[in-house]
């Protein structure tokens, strides 16, 4: 899907002409800067000069101690403290195994806006297949496939001796000679010439990653121009989803959902609304007709 933003929406926003800080210092200003601003006619400040590795890395050197979300509004708010504004948002990520099979990477990503002027927040996600692997190996032939695999160089390579927690760390690899200079002197350093490598995780490092953060800035950013049908406050959007579409065939509910709830966080204002997909779901659906 292509994001094409509302010029007029962008003038008439409550965050037109606004400062929103950004703290972010891998990269994804690239993607989120651009949609902010086009969609908003604000002014996003880009706040550099905190380390965010601080809050944790993907690399486990420093174990994230909040949740995924409260990591996000951490950010958020050491932003807008730093950049001295009212308006804040940011970013953070996770991977693990899909929620379906449990066996394919999987990357769900958070955007969080505060908005202290109007006393709320905003949480944008997207979510689908990422690129999170690893490989221990001491053959080199192996390690190629790996990263051919992996999709380096564009995908950066991180390489240590003998297993994922060995502080002996090689990052941003992002060139075959590097690459190669990095498994030999991992490989020297293991007791028994053994090299784990892993994909880069942080976002510049990350290209599938990237696409995945401009998704969840799309997501916000509609949530951000959904106003409130009693107060106009922004951020009126879906808090639950109610499952129970009848089934063609034998009229039983479904696990497909049929009706959506929004709701205001600022006046409590909530609608309930029919999904317009149509009115019967598919047996393939059903667990009575198709167990």
Known sequence: MIFEPD??????????NRCISLLT????????????????ACQVVHVQGYDTDQLGTFTR???RIDNQIGTARNKARIGMRLAGVSL?????????????????PWNRELIVLIDDEEQIEIVGEAQGPGNHRHLLTSD???????????????QRLIIRPDNEYDTRIQKDISEFHLYEKAF???????RKGQVFIETDGRAHANPLRMKMISKAAQDVIKKMQSRCPACGVPGFSVV??????????????????????SLCQKCGEHK???????????PMYCDFCNP
């Open 61 to 63: 050197e420093i174990p």
């Open 7 to 16: 010029h007029n929406l962008a003038s008439a926003s409550c965050y037109a």
């Open 240 to 261: 639950q989803r109610f499952p129970g579409l009848p089934c063609m065939d034998c009229g039983r509910p479904t696990r497909l959902i049929h009706a959506e709830l």
């Open 25 to 40: 210092q891998h990269g994804k200003e690239k993607v989120m800067v651009p949609l902010l601003e086009q969609a908003f």
């Open 140 to 154: 080199w032939s192996e390690a190629l496939r790996f990263a051919e695999t992996a999709g380096f160089p564009e």
């Open 88 to 104: 804040g948002i940011a970013s953070e990520g996770a991977f693990g195994p899909d929620p379906f099979m449990g066996i394919m």
């Open 184 to 190: 030999l002197t991992a490989a020297g350093h293991s």
């Open 272 to 282: 309930k609304q029919e999904l317009v997909y149509g009115e019967l779901a598919d």
